[in-house]
């Protein structure tokens, strides 16, 4: 008469327990790698345009209290520098970095660093040493890395600070709409806010991948982030009626309501 132990009947198990083929183990990892290479690049893309966004609303922020905080003791940057030269970036620096945490600071010049970057646009051309970061721009960084570049808006009888911002250094991508934005020290009613540049700046280009005559075509991207509080431009080409309609209020105060 034949007994089993316990033992017996636990070894006999193993014995008829199925196994994976070597072949259905390189079957299964292949599925899971095509898997991966579909879905992996829209997860990264989520991920740095999130991190965009958030570097984004810090750096509005706290340009935003620096610009009220300034505002109550000089009023607004339009009254701040009488010359309308070149020369007034430096004065707008004086008066705003007191209420920055500012890092490192290179005035109107331009280190080898900055050269050694390459900048696009928003349609991924490239922007030349002399497009971005210029010797007009009197330049600094803040102490998260933030670099920032500060120039007089002369040509429109304006007199106003106008603000180059990488959000996150040289780290890259280094491209216009998004780490890099304009800003623009203003007013609505005597009231200090960062809005856009220039009306004939962005009328043509506002914020598009799309070719056209104007000048940058991520140069009006940091209104629409302002007023929509997203960087939907990054996943379809906005109408200019759209980004006129969205950003209206942010732009510079001509006594205009339109960019007409």
Request: hydrophobic share 35%; proline share 3%; net charge neutral.
């Amino acid at each position: 008469k034949r007994t089993y132990s316990p033992i017996h009947l636990f070894t006999h198990s193993l014995k008829k327990r199925a196994a994976f083929t070597l072949a259905e183990v390189l079957i299964t990892l292949g599925i899971i790698g095509i898997v991966a290479a579909m879905t992996l690049p829209s997860v990264v893309s989520k991920y740095q345009e999130k991190a965009w966004l958030t570097a984004f609303k810090k750096t509005y922020s706290v340009l935003t209290q620096a610009y009220l905080r300034a505002s109550e003791d000089y009023g607004t940057a339009n009254t701040w520098c009488a010359e309308k030269n070149r020369e007034c970036a430096k004065t707008y620096f004086n008066i705003l970095s007191p209420y920055l945490n500012i890092s490192e600071v290179w005035g109107y010049e331009r280190p080898s660093i900055f050269n050694k970057t390459s900048y696009r646009d928003l349609d991924g051309s490239g922007m030349g040493t002399n497009d971005i970061f210029t010797k007009d721009y009197y330049k600094f960084a803040l102490s998260d890395g933030t670099i920032i570049g500060i120039s007089d808006i002369s040509s429109q009888d304006i007199n106003s600070a106008l603000l180059h911002v990488d959000i996150n250094g040289f780290r890259g991508p280094n491209q216009l709409g998004k780490d890099i934005f304009y800003f623009s020290l203003i007013r609505r009613d005597d009231t200090p806010v960062i809005g856009g540049y220039s009306l004939w700046w962005v009328a043509d280009n506002p914020c598009t991948t799309e070719k056209g005559s104007g000048w940058w075509r991520g140069g009006g991207c940091s209104l629409w982030i302002i007023a929509t509080g997203n960087m939907d431009y990054l996943h379809r080409d906005l109408t200019t009626d759209e980004w006129r309609k969205a950003v209206q209020n942010l732009l510079l105060d001509l006594h205009k309501d339109s960019l007409d």
